[in-house]
C-alpha cells in the first residue's frame, strides 16, 4: 500500500539530553504536507512540492495554519520529532523555498517560533491540551490561542 506520508530526516540535537539523532525515520518527524507523498525519506537538499493550491488556500494537511504564506515565499513549517536516546518529543522549524527543503532545524516551541513560521503540526493540539490541563479535544482555533498565549 502507497504511503500517504513522507519523513524529515536529519541529524538533531536534543535539547533535553544533547544527544545527536540519526538522519533516519526512527525519529519520527513524519509529514503528511507533499504532494505525491510515497514514503520517501526527505533531507536538506531534496525536492518537495506541497499540493497545487494548498497554500494559497492556506491549508496544509496534517497542520494547523498559523498564516498563509504569500506567494514565493519560504514557507516554514514546524514539525515534531522523538529524541530516541531519551524519549522527549522536540521541535523542528523546516524551511522549504522553491519546492526545496532548505533548512531543518531543532527549535524551542516558543512564541517566537510560532510568529516566524506559517504551518504548525497539527499534534501541537496535545501540546496545547498540557499547557491547560485539558482532558477533552481542542479545536484547532483553541490549540492555536493556547499556544500563543501560554508558551514562553
Ligand atoms: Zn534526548
Redesign the pocket.
Known sequence: MALNYDWFVAAMP?P??G?VSARDEAIEMYTYARAHSDGADLGVGDAFAFPPGALAAGILDGYLTLCRPDDGEPVRLLNSWR?R??G?LNWAEIVVADDRIATIDATPLDRNALARTHFIQNNAEFVAADLVGATARLTDDETLTILRRLLP
Open positions: 536534543c533535553v539530553c544527544a529524541c536516546t531519551c522527549s
